[in-house]
């Protein structure tokens, strides 16, 4: 029985491309037809060469689309089962028919990719009608391309998963530093699930004009292995589509979106403190990104501070925002700060910032000052505000990543930092 569509997801070169196709020869009794996105011109020949071609049909679409162009395709398999390839993945020699089946009680058969220390789950073949009615998220929803699946199966119940070893292998792994930065991140979206009462913690973001990358900040808060208590955004006066963005998150459980005037980052936090109810905030840019652990980690941290300690900050970890991806650039890592000779010689933004909520709403929030109207260095203005109440707390973790491109704040303003000092 023909009960299989392929879809070979492979960004790499010909003869990585040409394996994975080989490799659905171990299946071909059950294999209908094979679907490869992206560049058609050096598919060709590995279609040609194997023999399928009245199997294939090659889709083209951009890369912040796949998603998007995925979900269009999928909605017309007819056949009962998608098995998806992705990278330099290709079906080991040892598969056989019985390995692809899935029980009634399952929808999604996963297997694992393994890289030095790295362990990912991945789905492999997953019923269709269940993925037509669990859509694929578009890619611009997420940090990088990669993230695809695993973002979408750690949405998906543990119960109506089944995971086997052994169904794939790699034809080459990559070792550097960028890829195995961002395969960290994706082993992260497999960690189970849960919910602690104390203390509680929530996020608040401010948006104007982030329509690139608004929603990968939002969505980085709503798929945490621990849920947020509130996620509270504000868009000040967007003139771009952003704000049209986020109202279709309005109505997402924990979630509250507000308007207002144009009137800079200070003021729009203010306005949000207000709706704070959590014991702990943690503030995000809307152009940067969570962890999926980050809620789970922070909380643990929190856990161990006194009650004077007014903000948790730890490391930031830095990302170049290039036309299709992101490039890791590395982690810069924090140091304690007990002044504020310490705060206005450190070297790049604190961060990230979890201020204890009781503490910024009695030093009456981000001081709106005279310098360009209070609409640049915000943060180091309300931690110098705090620093002569309580002090604040160094640890060293790393959940929050920095999208660093052309239009940042922190990139267009950056020769204002000496006119700043001299004003203070």
């Not at 890829?179 to 104390?198: D, G, N, P, R």
């Not at 948790?312 to 992101?326: A, F």
Request: proline share 5%; aromatic share 8%; net charge positive.
């Amino acid at each position: 029985m023909k009960d299989i569509t392929a879809i070979l997801i492979n960004d790499s070169n010909q003869m990585v491309l040409q394996k994975a196709v080989t490799s659905l020869k171990y299946i071909q009794t059950r294999l209908k037809s094979l679907i490869i996105p992206h560049n058609p011109d050096t598919s060709s020949k590995a279609k040609l060469e194997y023999g399928l071609n009245n199997k294939v049909e090659f889709i083209s679409g951009k890369s912040d689309d796949l998603g998007q162009l995925l979900n269009h395709t999928i909605d017309r398999i007819t056949t009962p089962y998608i098995l998806i390839l992705q990278g330099t993945d290709y079906l080991s020699p040892n598969i056989d028919n019985d390995a692809l089946n899935l029980p009634e009680s399952k929808q999604v058969l996963g297997t694992y990719y393994h890289n030095q220390s790295i362990i990912i789950q991945r789905p492999l073949l997953i019923s269709t009608p269940f993925l037509k009615k669990n859509r694929l998220p578009p890619i611009k929803h997420l940090p990088f391309k990669e993230a695809l699946l695993p973002a979408w199966l750690s949405k998906i119940s543990p119960s109506i998963q089944l995971f086997k070893e052994g169904l794939v292998k790699q034809s080459r792994k990559n070792h550097s530093s960028i890829v195995l930065e961002k395969e960290k991140i994706i082993q992260k979206y497999q960690h189970t699930k849960s919910v602690s009462k104390a203390p509680s913690l929530s996020v608040m973001m401010t948006n104007y004009n982030s329509e690139k990358y608004v929603e990968a900040a939002l969505v980085s808060c709503l798929l945490q292995s621990e849920p947020f208590d509130q996620i509270l955004i504000m868009d000040d006066g967007s003139t771009d589509n952003s704000y049209q963005q986020l109202l279709r998150w309005e109505n997402i459980e924990n979630v509250r979106l507000f308007h207002k005037k144009n009137g800079g980052k200070a003021r729009a936090l203010n306005d949000l403190l207000s709706y704070v109810q959590s014991e702990y905030v943690l503030e995000l840019d809307a152009d940067d990104w969570l962890d999926p652990d980050a809620v789970t980690i922070i909380k643990n941290y929190l856990s161990e501070v006194s009650s004077e300690v007014a903000v948790l900050y730890g490391n930031l970890r830095k990302w170049k925002q290039l036309t299709e991806d992101v490039l890791f650039k590395g982690v810069a890592k924090g140091t304690p700060v007990s002044g504020r000779k310490d705060l206005l010689s450190y070297r790049f933004p604190l961060g990230p910032r979890i201020y204890r909520t009781t503490i910024l709403k009695r030093a009456e929030g981000f001081p709106v000052i005279e310098f360009e109207d209070g609409r640049l260095y915000e943060d180091v203005s309300v931690l110098l505000r705090l620093l002569s109440i309580s002090p604040i707390r160094y640890q060293n973790f790393t959940v929050y990543n920095v999208r660093e491109h052309q239009k940042s704040i922190t990139k267009q303003y950056e020769p204002k930092w000496n006119e700043f000092l001299k004003h203070l």
